[in-house]
């Protein structure tokens, strides 16, 4: 039995088909709310250089591991967002092929990657024109107009989006619904939870016109118990939620080097297993709510009152934590972890 389906304004109405594909068999069976098509399709917003398409890219690997058709879509003026799907090697961004001047064959713009994974960078303006956050509209309206995910119908799609500020186009995936699930990546650096935390005032402002909603923060380079315990403060400060805590590790740098992502590179490594269980509990994930953003004095409040508690820490972190952190995040240091000579909590197990 084959499946056929119209798009309605908001919703999706599927219908089946008999056998011999003629005509509509059967009620319309099922009603998708949804954007563009009929995949999951999550956002991964964070500052730039948090890490956003590296996760973004173990996740999709991982999750072509498990059989399902990923799309991960770059909106990033970057445009390096699948390079490690593509052995380290940029592929044409939309808004360079629109910029040609031709009529835009959807081939030049979807990349094959690892695994078949579906590769689109939407790109950004020509240095120093325009606007880069409207270069994502203007590729993400052409992926609609040539009827992409149609297309290729991916039942995954990840758009990695630059977070430091949500102006109009890169909010775009949460005001417009074009994703149902928006993530963070964001480390336990006051930059980044800054960013988190503008993120989360975008998403409360669209969150009653039918914008996306937060399904949780993605901790990443946690590798201190500090580093641990300050993002979870900030996520239950704002009443969200931590998907997993991804210790930095020199596997995803010397897999980055090599033009591929953990999964690919290091399929047995600890780091490879941490993306895998990432990836699952984003599939499995139903969780969507409205953060709770803080007031940009309270947040500095909140950052002080660790800075204090840091200061009373004396020597935390010390340089030589660097490499311990290392022995922790490559699981070559197995049970407890000795700081400044008091014995504190293992992080390791935490981790996964
Ligand atoms: P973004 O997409 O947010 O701008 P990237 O994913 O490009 O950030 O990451 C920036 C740099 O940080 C890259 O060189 C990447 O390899 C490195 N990086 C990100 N996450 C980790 C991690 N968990 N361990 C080690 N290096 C990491
Ligand atoms: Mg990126």
Redesign the pocket.
Known sequence: MGTHSVQLKHYRAVSSLDRKGNGIHGLILKYYEVGDNMARNIAVY????????????NISAALSEEGHRVMQIGC?P?S??TNTLREGKFIPTVLDTLRSGKRVEISEIVHQGYNDILCVEAGGPEPGVGCAGRGIITAIELLRKRKVFDEYSPDVVIY?V?GDVVCGGFAMPIREGVAEQIYT?SSSDFMAIYAANNLFKGIKKYSNNGGALFSGIIA??INLPVHQDIIQDFSVHTSTTIVEF????????KS?LRGKTVIEEAPDSE?AEIYRSLAKKIIDNGQKYVPLPLDVDVLKAWAERWSDRLLEQKGEPSPSSYERAHRI?SGTQKGIVRRNGAVTKRVSNELN
């Open positions: 964070g500052k730039g250089g948090i890490g956003k398409s590296t996760t973004a890219s990033d970057k390096d967002s990695d630059l990546v990443n380079s991804v210790p930095r590790s020199l596997t995803v740098t980055e780091q995040a």
